[in-house]
């Protein structure tokens, strides 16, 4: 099976690929920083027997860190399996992975689990979807930590709230070149949005995403990332000397 990224996308001479992520956490369990192996390896037994009690039964493959060598470790960082934070952790963690590795579930880095769901182009909607339906899979099979006041808890304090994270890799050149990355940082700060560079800093890709998730629905944080992003798209267009109609 091809994997996702070798799937051309709409948008993507400057919108390269788009990204959805849902941090969760277990109710009355520590965050992974504070548990064992013990405890982690029954968050995962946990978490896995939704995913196989589910409809989703058979799509996902169910990958431990610690049975890996090296080498195996740094080509799923590679591929954006896993983070960087997975991959260097000592204590247990795991992984379960789609075929064509458009949807990972990482489970006990900084939080129990992390559903991504990625695509190429500008498709932040459909991959929600996806996202929204594993979700909701661990929603009614799992007792989740959530407070009535402020939301799903997350070791991130600015994913609290729908504990959502919405993102874009731009492909910037135009702007890039221009220096215009601190003066559009500096703005899209004020509106709750964050552009990092990506691929550690070599070349023209950023990631642009929200920084804000409490007090928003995800809907309304994937229309405002969207929003911003079509005028990124239109300026750096501009700027290229290319007129899209």
Same mark, same amino acid.
């Given at each position: 099976?091809?994997?996702?990224?070798?799937?051309?996308?709409?948008?993507?001479?400057?919108?390269?690929?788009?990204?959805?992520?849902? @941090?969760?956490?277990?109710?009355?369990?520590?965050?992974?920083?504070?548990?064992?192996?013990?405890?982690?390896? @029954?968050?995962?037994?946990?978490?896995? @027997?939704?995913? &196989?009690?589910?409809?989703?039964?058979?799509?996902?493959?169910?990958? &431990?860190?610690?049975?890996?060598?090296?080498?195996?470790?740094?080509?799923?960082?590679?591929?954006?399996?896993?983070?960087?934070?997975?991959?260097? &952790?000592?204590?247990?963690?795991?992984?379960?992975?789609?075929?064509?590795?458009?949807?990972?579930?990482?489970?006990?880095?900084?939080?129990?689990?992390?559903?991504?769901?990625?695509?190429?182009?500008?498709?932040?909607?459909?991959?929600?979807?996806? #996202?929204?339906?594993?979700?909701?899979?661990?929603?009614?099979?799992?007792?989740?930590?959530?407070?009535?006041?402020?939301?799903?808890?997350? #070791?991130?304090?600015?994913?609290?709230?729908?504990?959502?994270?919405?993102?874009?890799?731009?492909?910037?050149? #135009?702007?890039?070149?221009?220096?215009?990355?601190?003066?559009?940082?500096?703005?899209?700060?004020?509106?709750?949005?964050?552009?990092?560079?990506?691929?550690?800093?070599?070349?023209?890709?950023?990631?642009?995403?929200?920084?804000?998730?409490?007090?928003?629905?995800?809907?309304?944080?994937?229309?405002?990332?969207? #929003?911003?992003?079509?005028?990124?798209?239109?300026?750096?267009?501009?700027?290229?000397?290319?007129?899209?109609?």
């Amino acid at each position: 099976m091809s994997k996702w990224y070798s799937k051309d996308g709409n948008e993507n001479d400057v919108i390269v690929a788009s990204s959805v992520s849902i @941090a969760r956490n277990l109710n009355s369990t520590p965050f992974p920083w504070r548990m064992n192996n013990e405890m982690r390896r @029954a968050v995962c037994k946990k978490v896995y @027997a939704a995913i &196989q009690n589910s409809r989703l039964a058979g799509e996902f493959e169910l990958i &431990q860190l610690d049975s890996l060598d090296e080498m195996s470790k740094s080509a799923l960082l590679e591929r954006g399996v896993i983070s960087k934070k997975l991959r260097s &952790q000592a204590l247990f963690g795991a992984v379960l992975v789609t075929r064509d590795e458009s949807v990972t579930i990482m489970l006990c880095e900084d939080d129990h689990i992390k559903i991504t769901v990625r695509a190429t182009g500008e498709d932040l909607k459909s991959i929600y979807s996806r #996202a929204d339906a594993i979700d909701n899979i661990f929603i009614d099979n799992l007792k989740l930590a959530f407070d009535k006041n402020y939301g799903f808890l997350t #070791a991130d304090p600015t994913c609290i709230g729908t504990g959502v994270r919405v993102s874009l890799l731009l492909n910037l050149p #135009a702007i890039n070149q221009r220096k215009m990355i601190s003066t559009l940082s500096e703005m899209i700060n004020k509106l709750g949005f964050s552009i990092k560079e990506a691929m550690n800093g070599n070349g023209d890709l950023f990631e642009l995403s929200n920084e804000i998730s409490l007090g928003l629905s995800e809907e309304n944080a994937i229309d405002n990332l969207i #929003a911003v992003s079509n005028l990124i798209v239109k300026q750096e267009r501009a700027l290229r000397g290319i007129n899209y109609v």
